[in-house]
Nanobody, 126 residues
Framework: EVQLVESGGGLVRPGGSLRLSCAAS????????IAWFRQAPGKEREGVSC????????YYADSVKGRFTVSSDNANNTVYLQMNSLKPEDTAVYYC???????????????????WGQGTQVTVSS
C-alpha cells in the first residue's frame, strides 16, 4: 500500500526555519516524482515545489524560490522540504504527493498526483 506521512510542521516566528519530511512506504521514491503543495484557510491549494527524483530535477514556485529547498534521501525513502526565511504568508497545511515518474520536470498541478499524505500544519507568526 502506497503511503505518505508528513511531519515537521509547527509554529515558528517570521524569519525562522522548519524542515518538513515526507516519509514514503509501499514504493521506492527513486522511481517517483514528489511534490509539495500547501493550502491556507479560504484559499486554493497551491504548488510549492516538486522534484523528479530519478534525475534530481526540482522546481520551485516564485513565492518560495530562494527560501525553500526540496531534497530526497533515497536510502531512507524520505523527501524533505527545507523552509528558511519563513513569512506569515507561508502559513498553511503542507501536503506531499507522489506519482510514478521517469525523468524530466515533474508535474506541478495537484490533479496529476494520485498519492497524498495527510498534511502537516505550518504556522508562521510572532
Amino acid at each position: 500500500e502506497v503511503q505518505l506521512v508528513e511531519s515537521g510542521g509547527g509554529l515558528v516566528r517570521p524569519g525562522g526555519s522548519l524542515r518538513l519530511s515526507c516519509a514514503a512506504s509501499g514504493f521506492t521514491v527513486e522511481d517517483y516524482a514528489i511534490a509539495w503543495f500547501r493550502q491556507a484557510p479560504g484559499k486554493e491549494r497551491e504548488g510549492v515545489s516538486c522534484i523528479s527524483i530519478p534525475d534530481d530535477v526540482a522546481y520551485y514556485a516564485d513565492s518560495v524560490k530562494g527560501r525553500f529547498t526540496v531534497s530526497s534521501d533515497n536510502a531512507n525513502n524520505t523527501v524533505y522540504l527545507q523552509m528558511n526565511s519563513l513569512k506569515p504568508e507561508d502559513t498553511a497545511v503542507y501536503y506531499c504527493a507522489a506519482r510514478r515518474w521517469h525523468y524530466g520536470l515533474a508535474p506541478r498541478t495537484s490533479n496529476e498526483y494520485d498519492n497524498w499524505g495527510q498534511g502537516t500544519q505550518v504556522t508562521v507568526s510572532s
